[in-house]
């Protein structure tokens, strides 16, 4: 089976821009989730999508917004674009997302590095 | 919110165990534990989960003890290609009705030596 693949791998941007960024997930699997990883803050949760809809947010501005599209793939957009945005954006997909205080394994993408100048 | 606690950076030499521990003391009753591995530059990887006493795959063993306020993932034999961030989660309530998020930490940072 294909892994999960995120597209593009790498970014650069200027501050006020927007950006897309692309994830397919494992093929099977309803839920997207989004993380963004930085040095100083670590792995921090954006938002989850399953079967079209999201059912969880982290705390991110209104400017972090995410969709997922019939076939479970998943886009995360940015707009105006501040130079505290540049990270390592990670997607993960699994089968299903939780029940009681069991969730499912995750399978993340290897990223898309975002630069903002 | 069960927060977890566990080491910054640990040290060890290649052949050796290594157990690296974490403190959950407020975990909720039905959660169950699970650790990711991660190296530079890529997504972190799935280890192992557990809900109590022991767990052991082909990677790793997951040792909780009876009370579950900490847990310990054990890596038999380590090698370079083991130095790695893992992070101990527990899944922390949604802001979605019914929905679970994993909250990562800052990981514990394995270095293996030669």
């Known amino acids: 089976k294909a892994g999960v693949t995120q597209t593009p791998r790498y970014l650069i941007k200027t501050r006020g821009q927007q950006v897309t960024l692309s994830c397919s997930p494992i093929?099977?699997?309803?839920?997207v989730s989004w993380y963004q990883q930085t040095p100083g803050q670590g792995l921090q949760f954006l938002f989850e999508?399953?079967?079209?809809?999201?059912?969880n947010k982290g705390n991110f501005p209104g400017r972090f917004s995410g969709r997922q599209f019939s076939n479970s793939r998943s886009e995360m957009n940015v707009s105006t674009l501040e130079l505290g945005d540049s990270a390592l954006y990670l997607c993960?997909?699994?089968?299903?997302?939780?029940?009681?205080?069991?969730?499912?394994?995750?399978?993340f993408g290897n990223g898309t590095r975002l630069t903002v100048t | 919110l069960a927060k977890t606690t566990q080491p910054i950076s640990m040290d060890s030499y290649e052949g050796q165990e290594v157990n690296i521990t974490c403190s959950h003391n407020?975990?909720?009753?039905?959660?169950?534990i699970t650790w990711y591995q991660q190296f530079p530059s890529q997504g972190p990887r799935f280890i192992i989960q557990?809900?109590?006493t022991k767990v052991t795959n082909e990677v790793a063993s997951l040792f909780i003890p009876a009370d579950r306020k900490s847990s310990t993932l054990s890596l038999p034999r380590v090698s370079l290609s083991d130095t790695a961030v893992y992070y101990c989660?527990?899944?922390?309530?949604?802001?979605?009705?019914?929905?679970?998020?994993?909250?990562f930490g800052k990981g514990t940072k394995l270095s293996v030596i030669p």
């Open positions: 999508y399953f079967s079209e809809t999201q059912r």
């Open positions: 557990g809900y109590k």
């Open positions: 407020n975990i909720a009753t039905n959660d169950y």
């Open positions: 989660l527990s899944p922390a309530q949604g802001s979605g009705a019914g929905s679970y998020q994993l909250t």
């Open positions: 093929s099977g699997h309803r839920s």
């Open positions: 993960a997909s699994s089968p299903w997302s939780g029940s009681g205080g069991l969730l499912s394994p995750l399978h």
